[in-house]
């Protein structure tokens, strides 16, 4: 039979924490033995009995957590603030655990850091947990094999309108999926368009376009322009449970890695 995998949950009240621990009750692997919230949201849900009653697993600040040595995990899941994630990181850097991140809005100086801590602990950073985003990576990877580099690309996202980053994390990512291909040397970046230098010295942009209205969970699609016809590749979200699943996967998947840097796109390419 296999262990019990005991993971915490960063950023429980947020709409990816409560996706998670709804998730879990269908999972019978992990085990969640505690969640953190940040020390605002505790001083005013703390003396709430309805806490205890909704959770069978304290519900804790990171500083309280460091201070409790009775908690004993294996994986962090995080889904908070790239400020939040820098400091949970740090922890499971002292206790030697793994942590998986689906925080979006580092900043280049932030990633430079997440993956050197990741030569001390494994670390799964990935700004989409669906199976499906992360498939459109593959089969974008695959056509640029077959076409080179296109005329135009184009990369369209919306998301509801509480979300604060934009363009989003996905999008972002979507896009270094296309300059890593090509070794592109990045140019500049203003909120519509990413300029690269292609391997021919050549100046070459990709269009960033976003929307944020009403509760749409998400919604990329991603234009590609050739001189005779235009491919269009999009993925809809319909229900946030899609990226907890994912995540909880990669919590499984992690669990038996020493050390590292790894996206959610590692996890597929070992099964295809």
């Known amino acids: 039979m296999n262990q019990h995998i ?20 269908k999972n019978n692997q992990i085990i969640c033995v505690a969640a953190l919230i940040n020390p605002i949201t ?3 849900q703390k003396n709430q009995k309805k ?51 689906g925080t979006t ?24 947990f669906s199976l499906g985003i992360n498939l459109m990576c593959l089969i974008l990877e695959k ?4 076409l080179g580099e296109v005329n135009e690309i184009s990369i369209l996202e919306t998301h509801h309108s509480q979300k604060k980053d934009l363009p989003s994390g996905t999008s972002l990512y979507l896009q270094s999926i296309i ?7 990045f140019l500049k970046k203003d909120i519509l368009n990413y300029y690269y230098l292609n391997t021919k010295n050549v100046q ?16 990329h699609t991603v234009i590609l322009s050739m001189k005779e016809e235009i491919i269009k590749i999009t993925h809809q979200a319909n229900h946030r449970n899609i990226f907890s699943r994912g ?9 038996n890695k020493k050390n590292g840097f790894f996206t959610m796109e590692d996890t597929l390419k070992e099964v295809i």
């Not at 949950?9 to 998670?20: E, P, Q, T």
């Not at 960033?208 to 749409?216: A, D, M």
């Not at 995540?247 to 669990?255: E, G, P, Q, T, Y």
């Open 6 to 25: 005991n993971i915490i949950i960063s950023g429980a009240y947020g709409k990816m924490g409560r996706s998670l621990i709804k998730e879990l009750k």
């Open 42 to 44: 505790y001083h005013i």
């Open 51 to 101: 806490i205890k009653k909704k959770f069978s697993f304290p519900i804790l600040t990171l500083e309280k957590l460091k201070k409790n040595t009775n908690i004993n995990f294996d994986v962090m899941i995080d889904f908070s603030t790239p400020e939040n994630s820098l400091e949970n990181i740090k922890f499971c850097l002292q206790r030697n655990k793994k942590i998986v991140i």
């Open 105 to 128: 809005g580092f900043t280049n100086t932030q990633m430079k850091k997440i993956k050197k801590y990741s030569k001390k602990i494994s670390i799964l950073c990935s700004p989409n």
């Open 143 to 146: 056509i640029f094999k077959i």
């Open 179 to 185: 300059t890593n291909f090509f070794n592109w040397k």
């Open 204 to 219: 070459k942009k990709i269009g960033s376009s976003s929307i944020r209205i009403g509760k749409v969970i998400g919604e």
């Open 247 to 255: 995540a909880l996967n990669s919590v499984v998947w992690i669990n």
